[in-house]
């Protein structure tokens, strides 16, 4: 038996066991920082299988690092798990939560850690059984959506030894996600005044919310002084108890964004300044409270086309007829525009083999082409912290119906469902199937770090924390 | 024995079940709105002594009129009862809730209600053994925190039949109020935008809170255009939910203030426009939250100088030395600032007969004259709507050790003790015997009338409320 | 003969050089700083009286002061002489320029030098003839209109030394101008970036015009923050060039407003702090070009009351058919409200003895009593900084029809006129009249000078200019 | 003799004429809508060459056709020749004025007109001794550096008959200028508020200046929700007189810009409603003053790659040594990154065959393969409306140095020197030959027609001005 089919093997004999932990994590939907349950499960699975466990990484509880084997090379794959708020939902086409307000794996992320650690156990399981030299690490990664968890980890140097790093994500095709995404900060800021009787005593007060204001319209009139592609957006998080009481206490919260971290920098210290400028403009003081940053994602185009090749040699996904029904019956209850928008999308990030035709299946089973160019997409990961430091590529299964909208009560349902499993395990497949040509062919292992070498022009990661900054 | 003695006989003897009723509602605060235990005590307290009592006037389900009497004149004597959010407290000196974070008696409407229901009371009395004609009505007025009650009270025509009106505040001296206040609108602006993914699409989404920030800057802009004495203040009640996503909800709460009630609609129509053009500058749609209005108070000289009159002719208040003692050690607890600040108020409020040297018993005995000149106290109350419909005077009494903060759990403290009772009892001996004159000396009524028709000069009475705004 | 006499007669003999030299100064009119002609002529004409020349003081080339005289007392008259831009106008009831977009006097100040000049003279004769010890001084102040003039004269000390000042100014009725003006700040903020192509590369530019409107939204955010009688107003002097080139150079020019210059200088350090603010937030740099500024002017009781009476001994205005039909046909001209404006002003400024039928006559012959209490003029004049430097005390008298619009060509055709040079001639008799007193009544002048110590409480003048600030 | 060599000869011939006719509009530099010299002198050139001369067409007295011949094909030239305000500059390497702050042809204008009707004469020559059908044009467009001119010719018409129209623009290489445009509209809005003294009745006033702010404010914050692409730029031209009058009059001049006019008409759209909004805001009125607006370029592929093969047919410029030397002189004068940043713009206009060795020479001999995607210029043209009615192409040929900065005194310098006029002649000849081809290849033409129907889609011309708009 060649050794890609044993970890086929393997990995279709776990098929149960890993479909029994997704829906586990599933059942206990933790949001991001609180995710006990999920890295407990996941780090004494590993435990169990003889992987050395150091738990409580990056000043983060629930993150973990599991190492097997030793020397180089190190192959590392990274899992999520975190749930979002208001997302809970049942296995059913029609929306109908669980737990009213409760969180839910909307973003699949109970898939996602199973997916890699399913990996990482074949991996181990073949290294063994070739007497492989390496180590295999899987990275139990919490607090994906908030963006905090790998920046912390990546901090605290977790990955600074690796030789190349592996992810996936669940989604509505079969590819590899071949692109970058925009570096980010989030912080939050808080103007302190002082307080005072609106009518009786205004010009005692010292407005806070006076302050966010003014800090909102300066960066306004910053927008037309940046690049165009870089965004500024924000919310009020806290603007004042009642109109009669001059606010003592006021809070906005930004993310600044650009399409790489050097601008981000130049912007956020604009933004500073303006943040300093609404302080003077309303004689109040402020802080900053530096909530998370990242870097885009750097891609790697040997790895990602190796993952191609890989995604490829699999069999392709088979889904039942119920599943294709039950796919097709939430696809209807999709916003309007939702299918248009996620082809249009697979245009930019491919580079073909399929037409709108293909869109009568719901359940995605054909291995799409990336496009040759990177697509830079409009949003952010703290993968892109990774990929800084080691090279790295993700690919992405289908786990739910094509034009499924992120972040949806939809994702939830098929992430506990037959449908989300199937995409776990072909996601696991093809993860080990890259790491084994990683650790067992050292040229393209080679080729993928030259080309590292190249993209980041001996450039060295430093972290986008403050001193100081604690995970929250 | 003359039928004043009668009236202060009478109290003196239901002193104890005006301080049980006080202590009950202290002891069940309420805040506005939801005063049903209160409102249900007073109101069926009245009930059983023989007024007729219509309950739930003005849309408010904690809302009543209580009437005695037949025919004219027909004198009303106005209650309030509800409680402040967070003001929960013991009767100690330092800070100690009995409940954390629940409401209390910080302003000492639980004392408000049980003394014009005292006055009322001994109005009846007096009237049965008199013989005397006319109808004493006592009225139940809710939510006065928020300026809601009478507004809505007034709007439903319950004070429209009086020849005079009377109410009281406790306070930290004695004597009679005669000052205007500011007339104001309360009411929240919603701004509805589109959301959209603040990074990938920002150019889809038309931002709420976009429209919140231009408003008010507009409104910033305004303040240079109106009338100095004018105030306009807001705070930000709904600011987004996370930076990524542009805000599709956001609400801005605003006061708007004048010394006059066609100030107050002058310059609120123009802050609608501005509403309308933040509307339009960012393609958002808006409407308008009307929480309540009023209008500022009409002060009546004769009624306010009979009222001192009576004040000075009643036994002066007395204080045990554990009752000074204890006013004493909670001022140690106050702000700096407190007593010059309340002395400076005197200043301006009284024509004098005191002295700094005063200040050395914390509660205060003596009955003091008003300033000639009403002063415009820089905050509202609905008060101004009875004040705007018939002749209506107030006056203070001491319930609390001179320099207590407004709104405070030191107020709290005093107004369910010894100390609160005494002042409540000395206020309903001063309304009741107020009240005697008003019914038995038409002259004096028809002054107070002659004065009332002078001012308000023919208008009538308008609610500051628009068609269809439902209490909340 | 009585030395008031003398001084009446002396005045009345040189009536016709006076109006000559009015005349000639409004025959060339000069706006502020460029007062050469004027500041010679009055100069010269001083000097050939004998009196002791100094030219050019307070860095101001066309102002100067003139004495005569030796030792103490010290009595300073102010004279003052510039014109006012656009204000061309023949002796005419009908708008008809003499220089199309000239300056004119449409402030009087031809006549408000030479007045003030004749009284000097006229002391100087009856000081000879009565061997009076003293000094009597004449003041050449120029740049009235733009606030400069005895600002800077001030900081060069040139009013130190007197024991009081005198000054008057032209109007519409005759009395005493018993009142107070606000302090004020005049300074440009200029703004510096960085130029580019506002299409091509606007993520270069820094916008100084960013800088000009985010300090103008800071301005309007502080409006509800500071006290309500202050005043802060801007125009934009310098906006950019045209759109496609982000602006490298704006200005915003502010005048800061308050009851007193402490007042000022508080809000004054405010905006300072929001222009620092407006500068981080745009990138920019910026400095500020202080105009001028002054103090609000103390009214001094004691030589009011002497003025007013000194006023009420002579022999009252009297004008020609003639003349009363120009004044009338004037007022045809006036902006609708302007009488009733004027008249609403005379209520609060004067303590009554006349009525509305008064203003049959268009041309004001009594002297009016000054009300007890000063008024707040809601304007500015530096007049306020010799106030706070010695008792000073101002007059009015009747020098255009009554209702005359402040700065118009109405005010430029009465100037130039026959009764415009009676008013003047009636200021100068009572200026010199007033000023006799305080030279030969020490008791007066005493008491003049105790209240002055007790208004300004020992506190010395201080410059409102910044060091190193030149007039322009 | 072929064809082709009758028209190099002939414009040989006429080199002298052409230098004489643009060395006298250089003589007489006269900016846009005021060119009377230059438009007479080239329409009276085409008029006696026997072309019909119709002048002041599209409500502009300096705008004219001329023709010749008869029916189809129609082929139009364009020429321009207006100067620039302030670019006023003798023949030397030196900056110094020929009239201080005069106009210049700081854009190369008097050579672009020259150029355009030396080939419409060209052509007309060959086609009488080929005797060929068809109808030759020579647009006379005035007012191109205010984006005027071809506006109004457009909305008037006089481009609807053609086949094919062409341009130029003098420049620093050789080639096609195969690209696009932004569109634009360029309006100023008029603010009308009312007068008042700034410290006595602000409330009565209504500041226009407030209007421009608010407005200003508002176009900030649009720019987050518009397309990144879209460029909005704005200046203050009349911002208030004095602080302490609320300015009754106010105006900003903005341009909006996109890559196409219905992006440019929605976002405009947005901005009035913002100028409404903020009239709303400030209680002010405003009006539009449209002063124009134009579409993007719509290339031609067909005639641009037709172009570039005619101009390769060309004899290659030549320079004398004294010209490079004037040349390399003249290139030390340019602001650092000039050469670096021209080279950066031809690695993305072009498509490839030189090296930066080439810039050893500053002036270009060599013609330069245009791109094959089309580059958007950052700027406008109303070139773009020209070729949204008929396919067209436009050249360049080198005038000036290499890296010379846009409208400068360098330009103004080489504009009226040998240097400019080589340029020029070599643009006449490659007009002609390309024109020729139009003239005679129906094929050729009929191509350029499907490929412009194909990129409209069938969409017709709109003018961009409002009904009314009159130039200016």
Same mark, same amino acid.
């Given at each position: ?54 738990? +409580?990484?990056? @000043?983060?509880? !629930?993150?973990?690092? $599991?190492?097997?084997?030793? #020397?180089? =090379?190190?192959? /590392? ?8 708020? +208001?997302?809970? @939902?049942?296995? !059913?086409?029609?929306? $109908?939560?669980?737990?009213? #307000?409760? =969180?839910?794996? /909307? ?25 492989? =030299? ?339």
């Amino acid at each position: 038996m060649r050794v890609e089919e044993h970890i086929q093997q393997y990995l279709d004999q776990e098929d149960e066991k890993m479909a029994y932990l997704a829906k586990a994590i599933w059942d206990h939907p933790e949001i991001a920082l609180q995710e006990t349950f999920a890295a407990n499960l996941l780090a004494d699975e590993m435990a169990q299988a003889g992987f050395t466990v150091e738990r +409580g990484v990056g @000043q983060l509880p !629930t993150a973990f690092v $599991a190492s097997w084997g030793s #020397g180089k =090379p190190i192959i /590392g794959i990274l899992g999520e798990y975190d749930a979002l708020p +208001g997302l809970s @939902q049942q296995i !059913t086409t029609e929306i $109908a939560a669980i737990q009213q #307000g409760g =969180p839910g794996h /909307g973003c699949g992320h109970n898939l996602f850690g199973v997916a890699s650690l399913g990996a990482a156990l074949a991996l181990k399981e073949v290294m063994i059984a070739q007497n492989l =030299p390496g180590t295999i690490r899987f990275y139990g990664c919490p607090a994906e959506e908030t963006l905090v968890g790998k920046t912390f980890m990546a901090q605290a140097g977790v990955f600074d030894d690796l030789d190349a790093a592996l992810a996936w994500h669940p989604g509505d095709t079969n590819g590899v996600w071949y692109g970058s995404s925009l570096a980010m900060n989030s912080f939050k800021v808080n103007f302190y005044g002082v307080a005072a009787h609106g009518a009786a005593a205004p010009h005692l007060g010292r407005s806070a919310l006076d302050g966010c204001m003014l800090m909102d319209v300066g960066v306004n009139y910053l927008r037309e002084h940046i690049i165009q592609e870089a965004r500024i957006h924000s919310v009020i998080t806290s603007g004042g108890q009642a109109p009669n009481v001059v606010p003592a206490f006021a809070q906005i919260w930004y993310f600044v964004r650009a399409p790489n971290r050097a601008q981000v920098e130049e912007i956020y210290a604009r933004v500073l300044d303006i943040a300093k400028g609404a302080a003077l403009m309303s004689g109040t003081t402020y802080d900053i409270d530096f909530v998370t940053g990242c870097y885009e994602v750097l891609p790697n185009r040997v790895i990602s086309d190796l993952m191609y090749e890989k995604m490829q040699s699999l069999s392709p996904l088979t889904f039942t007829a119920q599943e294709i029904a039950f796919a097709s019956q939430l696809q209807k209850s999709f916003p309007a525009g939702s299918l248009e928008y996620s082809y249009a999308l697979l245009e930019k990030s491919t580079s073909g083999g399929y037409s709108k035709a293909d869109l009568a299946n719901p359940l995605w089973r054909q291995v799409l082409p990336h496009a040759p160019t990177p697509l830079v997409m409009p949003g952010s990961t703290e993968v892109g912290d990774v990929s800084q430091i080691t090279p790295t590529a993700q690919l992405t299964t289908c786990c739910w119906p094509f034009g499924t909208p992120a972040h949806s009560w939809q994702i939830t349902a098929c992430s506990g469902s037959a449908i989300g499993f199937k995409g776990m395990l072909f996601a696991a497949k093809a993860l080990a199937l890259t790491a084994l040509d990683l650790m067992t062919k050292p040229e393209v292992l080679r080729a993928a770090q030259a080309e590292f070498a190249t993209s980041t022009a001996g450039r060295k990661y430093l972290s986008p924390l403050p001193a100081g900054t604690v995970p929250h």
